[in-house]
C-alpha cells in the first residue's frame, strides 16, 4: 500500500505553460518534503514544509502543504526545460525515522 | 556535488554473484540510508543506519545486508543476485537520523546490472 499517492505518474508539457503536481495520503505527516531527480542521478531537495497550510516559494515554484498536513502540491509557473525531472515528495511521522516516499511525478518540459 | 560519495559508479555482474555498493556520507553526517530504484520507478527505502547501528529496515531481501562502520562509512551487500536486483541503488546521508525536518543527501548512485 502507497502511503503517499503522487499524481499525475507523468506529464509533458510545452515550455511557458503552468503546471501543478500533487501528493495525497490518507495518513498525517508532521513534515513533508520535495525532492527533484534528474536522470543519472540523486534526487535533490527542493523545499521541506511544516506547518499546516505553509506555502513555500522557490523562484516560479510554489509549495503548499494541506491544512491537515495529509497533502501537498508543487505548482510551477512558466515551465522551462530545465524544470524537466521526476518530482518526488517525501513524507515524515514523528512515530518513525525513515521518510515515506512517493513514486515520482516525471516532468518533460518540452522546448 | 552533494558530498556523498558511492563506488562504483557502474557495476556489471551475473546471476548468483555478490557484490558490494560502498557510500561514504558528507562530512559529519551521522546517518545513512540505502535506496533502490528500479527503472522510472521511486525509491524504494532499504534500511538506515545511525552512528553504526541499524535504525530502521524497510523493504530488504534477506539475500540483502548492510553494515555501517566506525569511520561511517557504509556498505550494502548484495548476494544471490538475480535479473530483478538490476537498479540504481543509492545511499543518502543526514546529520540526525530522524526524519521530522532532517534533509537528505543523496550521493550520485551506483547502477547495477546483472545479466
Known amino acids: 500500500t502507497q502511503l503517499l499517492e503522487q499524481s499525475p505518474q507523468f506529464l509533458s508539457i510545452q515550455e511557458g505553460e503552468n503546471l501543478t503536481v500533487y501528493c495525497n495520503s490518507s495518513s498525517v505527516f508532521s513534515s513533508l518534503q520535495w525532492y527533484r531527480q534528474e536522470p543519472g542521478e540523486g534526487p535533490v531537495l527542493l523545499v521541506t514544509v511544516v506547518t499546516g497550510g505553509e506555502v513555500k516559494k522557490l523562484k516560479r515554484l510554489t509549495f503548499q502543504f494541506g491544512d491537515a498536513r495529509k497533502d501537498s502540491s508543487l505548482h510551477i509557473t512558466a515551465a522551462q526545460p530545465g524544470d524537466t525531472g521526476l518530482y518526488l515528495c517525501a513524507g515524515a511521522m514523528d512515530s518513525n525515522y525513515q521518510l515515506i516516499w512517493g513514486a515520482g511525478t516525471k516532468l518533460i518540459i518540452k522546448p | 556535488d552533494s558530498g556523498v560519495t558511492q563506488t562504483p559508479k557502474h557495476l556489471i555482474t551475473a546471476t548468483g554473484q555478490r557484490v558490494t555498493l560502498r557510500c561514504s556520507p558528507r562530512?559529519?553526517?551521522?546517518?545513512v540510508y540505502w535506496y533502490q530504484q528500479s527503472l522510472d520507478q521511486g525509491l524504494q527505502f532499504l534500511i538506515q543506519y545511525y552512528n553504526g547501528e541499524e535504525r530502521a529496515k524497510g523493504n530488504i531481501l534477506e539475500r540483502f545486508s548492510a553494515q555501517q562502520f566506525p569511520d561511517l562509512h557504509s556498505e550494502l551487500n548484495l548476494s544471490s543476485l538475480e535479473l530483478g536486483d538490476s537498479a540504481l541503488y543509492f545511499c543518502a546521508s543526514s546529520f540526525h537520523g530522524a526524519g521530522s525536518t532532517d534533509t537528505q543527501y543523496f550521493g550520485p548512485g551506483t547502477r547495477l546490472t546483472v545479466l
Open positions: 562530512s559529519g553526517d551521522l546517518s
